[in-house]
């Protein structure tokens, strides 16, 4: 090996494949239902911590599926305890979060991401976020005040689509004050959401480059917006199901070896990481609660 490997610094660990909504641009679709046991999953964190992690987030499918909460409670608590890692969080579409939760775990998550699309239900329903009767924005209302009371700094995403590119969310936006807000342009993954063996059809979904632009345009006076470009979103390092980095360069998901096999730096050799571009492109921020001087 010439190079020194990079630093997982932050990693998306998609521990899970399930989810309860159907997504219709969604690139980490329910191709196996497989979840690491508990103690497999702390052994790879606790490697992961050895080898330069700070920040980890939990995401699926829909992390809080698994045992109705209790997997990635007990992983973010690990990770925040007995890791002591600098930033713990998680991304979910918040329809399965109860305030029970935040009781139980709520100290040892620094950031919760909610993935809302539309402030418009029928939107939700067009894109797959629809739950019957429930409400996708009410929830999101409630999961914001929870947020504040058990002081978990509370963040928005957003994929920019066909459905959701003429919107104006700026008012929305600014009544729940994430943290952050950042705003995806649907991505093609070949396997997940667009080619043969994919489980999900994106065409219909797609938008250019220009209509990401002027959606961006729109809402330039939200200070809390980041957008992730497709580019940015493919540098991030991506660890699956099995703890094994994905690269995702190539515009497919190829997998290196799982790290509980060959260890942290033999893996990420694999995973197509450029740990300069990320940190060029701003991947290192305030990500500890501890530092955000919250206004709870």
């Excluded at 509370?154 to 943290?179: G, H, T, Y």
């Amino acid at each position: 090996r010439d190079a020194a490997a990079p630093t997982p610094t932050s990693v998306n660990y998609h521990f899970t494949r399930q989810c309860n909504y159907k997504c219709g641009f969604c690139f980490h679709t329910a191709k196996t239902s497989f979840v690491l046991p508990l103690e497999e999953a702390k052994r790879g964190l606790a490697m992961l911590k050895e080898a330069g992690m700070e920040k980890i987030n939990f995401s699926g499918g829909e992390p809080f599926l698994q045992d109705r909460g209790e997997f990635v409670g007990k992983l973010v608590q690990f990770c925040k305890q007995d890791l002591k890692l600098p930033s713990v969080s998680i991304v979910s579409n918040g329809s399965m979060i109860r305030e029970q939760w935040f009781k139980k775990y709520g100290e040892y998550l620094d950031i919760l991401a909610i993935s809302c699309d539309s402030f418009d239900e029928e939107v939700n329903v067009l894109i797959g976020r629809g739950q019957g009767k429930k409400n996708h924005v009410e929830k999101l209302h409630k999961l914001r005040q929870w947020c504040r009371d058990y002081a978990v700094a509370f963040k928005i995403n957003s994929v920019i689509n066909r459905f959701n590119v003429e919107e104006d969310m700026n008012e929305q936006i600014k009544a729940l004050n994430p943290v952050r807000w950042k705003v995806f342009q649907c991505l093609l993954i070949e396997g997940e959401n667009c080619g043969e063996d994919a489980l999900r059809e994106v065409d219909k979904f797609l938008i250019s480059d220009d209509d990401f632009e002027q959606f961006l345009n729109r809402h330039k006076d939200v200070s809390c917006l980041v957008p992730e470009s497709n580019q940015k979103v493919k540098l991030k390092l991506t660890l699956h199901s099995f703890m094994r980095f994905l690269n995702c360069t190539n515009g497919r998901k190829e997998p290196s070896k799982s790290i509980l096999d060959v260890g942290v730096e033999e893996a990420i050799q694999f995973s197509g990481f450029d740990e300069k571009m990320f940190l060029k492109r701003g991947g290192k921020y305030v990500w500890s609660k501890a530092d955000m001087k919250l206004d709870w």
